[in-house]
């Protein structure tokens, strides 16, 4: 029987020449859940056998792997923000860089409660994940806001455009317990009717159509729908930003995620769409431009 080590060294290898960027990882993470265990669990027990119906599994991963298929996808789910989210060919897979977009919602939140605006007008705070896909933004935040016992201060709606997409984005909610705290709707971006946000947030697609055709990675076995942004990447973007005047409340704010090579471009998108009203780009953990935040004066 092969030891734990052995099909680890040989499965590194073999995803190494496949053209993993990520051979290792990706090999612990499959053997992992093939003898069902944890990576540390992986990395400490060399020496023990694995069973024939675990390496029989794994060998199939493995396989799926080497033919590039994403581990999130092959595992069914993705660690984010400190969640686990289930992930497969329904919707883009969580990335890491999209946590900005998270923490800089949650922010955005916590101050407004803090100064009470809300409250004041005896109402919660309005907040909108637009193109959700796998809930992932939306259900981070909301995890985030329970912990923080804030979570009834908030109204949130989810909206995607594909049924597919809700449809996951409304099991990963039931995991975690949030399907009461969230409503997660198939619309179009954001339609007017569910009335004005104190905050957008959205992680929409703004790759441009030509390099969507090209990328490599998980890309291709990710929802062409969830990445093509149209001719300069921007173009739901800028339909986002175009309807702003009738979704975001006075006061409240927009924050969307953007390509690094975005950041001069999505500003000047929002200053065409909503003229006069303040726009600011902030980095992600790598330092690359990631989140335009727009705020619409309070009057
Ligand atoms: N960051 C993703 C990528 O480069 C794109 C995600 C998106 O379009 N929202 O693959």
Do not use: C
């Amino acid at each position: 029987m092969a030891t734990i080590g052995a099909l680890l060294a040989d499965a590194v290898q073999r995803l190494r020449a496949s053209g993993s960027d990520t051979p290792r990882l990706d090999a612990e993470l499959l053997l992992a859940r093939a003898v069902g265990t944890d990576r540390i669990g992986i990395i400490a027990h060399p020496d023990v056998p694995v069973g024939q119906d675990a390496a029989a599994a794994f060998a199939q991963d493995l396989a799926r792997r080497e033919a590039g298929e994403p581990v999130a996808y092959i595992r069914g789910l993705k660690e984010f923000h400190g969640i686990a989210l289930a992930t497969d060919a329904r919707a883009l897979i969580p990335r890491p860089e999209t946590e900005a977009l998270v923490d800089a919602g949650e922010l955005q939140i916590v101050g407004r409660l803090a100064r009470g605006a809300a409250a004041a007008a005896g109402s919660r705070v309005r907040v909108a994940d637009v193109g959700t896909g796998s809930g992932a933004v939306a259900i981070a935040l909301a995890v985030a806001l329970r912990r923080r016992r804030i979570l009834e201060a908030v109204e949130l709606v989810a909206t995607d455009a594909s049924p597919d997409a809700v449809a996951l984005a409304r099991e990963n909610a039931a995991a975690h317990a949030l399907l009461d705290s969230i409503s997660i709707v198939e619309a179009d971006l954001l339609p007017a009717s569910l009335g004005r946000m104190d905050v957008i947030l959205a992680n929409l697609p703004y790759v441009p159509s030509a390099v969507v055709a090209v990328l490599g990675g998980s890309a291709r076995f990710e929802p062409h729908l969830a990445l093509d942004g149209g001719a300069d990447g921007l173009a739901l973007v800028r339909r986002l930003l175009a309807g702003l005047p009738a979704t975001l409340a006075p006061g409240g704010v927009a924050l969307l995620e953007i390509g690094a090579d975005q950041g001069v471009a999505a500003p000047l998108a929002a200053a065409a769409a909503v003229p006069g009203w303040p726009t600011v780009v902030t980095a992600d953990i790598a330092g690359l431009p990631r989140v335009l935040q727009v705020d619409r004066p309070a009057s």
